[in-house]
């Protein structure tokens, strides 16, 4: 099959950093260290235009803080105006019951809260900031209370791992009924802190099968990851169109500058949305083409699920090894 | 009569690259059952439909019968009217059976 029919005519999503700045500092960010321009209302607008064009239906905005900026409430009202689909994560310090309302009004359809452990002190720690676990769960309340769908989100890592149960514990008693399970990259801190972090491959393979059998099991909370590492697991069904990793086929990723990205993981820019024609971007990028078309490299090319994996987590590989093709550092094949 | 309506929760969208390559390649006489020319996201799972699927979804707007829609794609495709009818039938049958579809 020609290999531009096999990839669709746009992404279905775009992950939309507005701004790199945060209030919090935590110990696995990939962008803490990111500077990037901001650009005006107008042109996100602007943005928002070519999205529309291309009819691109999801936008989630992540970070950086969402809430820093002032006008998030104004462009999520005018994506949605436009027929976009509109979300975000964030990690529920300045997110209280008006501000919950505001984001319900302006039309997003949910909105996500991290939070990393069910123990307050592990959270707030982890999180650099004292306050916070508090904090992200009046969050949660705030968001049942004004009837806008809330979502958790948990980048899993060494301090998680072991209690996930408990996690999932949490969000039911703060009405969530969607949890993520966000597989810890190696990019930004999480790069600079992964020997503290990061799981042995062999530990992510048990973490991966018991997450896979209670996800199988529970009715009551739906829990998502989208990690291609786990193809060689049984239980793992493919609920995604694509094989591999689905930046660059699925999603891409916004820079507050308008650059993009493959996805946030991956600091390498493919063009400019306002400056760049998104289709050109799209079909004819060399990054996303490599990205779409991997070569099985050490281990993968003797691996009998490369053809599932597509050699796991392209950001990861790329993190450590500067290659795109090299086999996923979390697999324990 | 019934007039099929979208389930208004899917997200939907035309591939419309991958639109018009298979009208091309049905041009071409080559099968193209297979390829996706629209995406559906339903509660976050993606779907697919193929060529006639998604001509026939794109039509069920709750304003047009079985029968409108039937009379719609006659005029696109080279077959016969009753096979089409017998087609579209079951295809709809089967996506209000799944709720992807409501009677409008
Ligand atoms: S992980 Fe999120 S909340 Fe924490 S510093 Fe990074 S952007 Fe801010
Ligand atoms: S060896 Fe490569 S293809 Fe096989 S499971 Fe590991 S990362 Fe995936």
Redesign the interface.
């Given at each position: 099959m020609?290999e531009?029919?096999e990839i669709?005519?746009a992404p279905?999503t775009f992950n939309w950093t507005l701004s790199y700045r945060c209030n919090f500092t935590c110990d696995h960010c990939y962008s803490r260290d990111e500077v990037c321009n901001e650009l005006s209302t107008a042109d996100n607008y602007r943005i928002i235009d070519v999205l529309a064009e291309q009819?691109i239906?999801?936008i989630n905005f992540g970070g950086g803080e969402p809430l820093l900026r002032d006008d998030l409430f104004d462009i999520a009202g005018y994506a949605t105006q436009c027929g976009l689909?509109v979300s975000m994560n964030s990690n529920g310090w300045l997110l209280d019951s008006k501000v919950a309302q505001r984001l319900r009004d302006c039309g997003f359809k949910s909105v996500g809260i991290s939070i990393d452990s069910p123990e307050p002190t592990v959270h707030d720690q982890f999180r650099n900031m004292p306050g916070s676990f508090t904090r992200a769960t009046h969050a949660l309340d705030s968001l049942a209370d004004s009837g806008l769908k809330s979502t958790m989100s948990s980048v899993v890592s060494r301090i998680n791992y072991r209690c996930f149960q408990d996690l999932l514990d949490l969000a039911r008693d703060h009405h969530v009924t969607q949890i993520y399970l966000h597989n810890f990259k190696c990019s930004g801190r999480g790069f600079k802190n992964r020997e503290n972090l990061d799981l042995t491959p062999e530990e992510w393979q048990t973490f991966y099968r018991e997450a896979l059998a209670t996800k199988e099991r529970i009715s009551d909370l739906?829990i998502?990851f989208d990690d291609p590492v786990i193809a060689s697991l049984p239980g793992y069904q493919h609920?995604?169109?694509v094989k591999g990793s689905s930046c660059g086929k699925?999603s891409l990723h916004l820079r507050p500058n308008g650059d993009i990205t493959p996805c946030g993981f991956i600091p390498v820019v493919v063009g400019n949305i306002l400056k760049d024609d998104f289709e050109t971007i799209w079909f004819e990028s060399p990054v996303l083409k490599a990205m779409r078309s991997k070569v099985a490299s050490g281990k993968c090319a003797s691996c009998s699920v490369f053809e599932d994996c597509q050699g796991g987590c392209t950001a990861r590989a790329f993190a450590t090894t500067g290659d795109f093709n090299q086999p996923d550092p979390h697999c324990w094949k | 009569m019934k007039k099929p309506l979208r389930n208004q929760e899917i997200v939907w969208r035309i591939e419309k690259r991958r639109q018009s390559e298979a009208l091309d390649a049905l041009e071409a006489g080559r099968d193209v059952d297979e390829l996706g020319t629209v995406t559906l996201i339903q509660a976050g799972v993606m779907h697919q439909l193929n060529l006639v699927g998604g001509m026939v979804w794109e039509r069920c707007d709750g304003h047009r019968t079985v029968e409108d829609i039937v009379d719609d794609l006659a005029g696109e495709f080279d077959v016969e009217r009753g096979v089409l009818k017998n087609d579209v039938e079951i295809f709809i049958n089967d996506l209000l059976q799944k709720g992807w579809l409501t009677d409008g």
């Open positions: 020609d531009r029919q669709l005519s279905l009819q239906p999801f689909n739906i998502s609920q995604s169109m699925l | -």
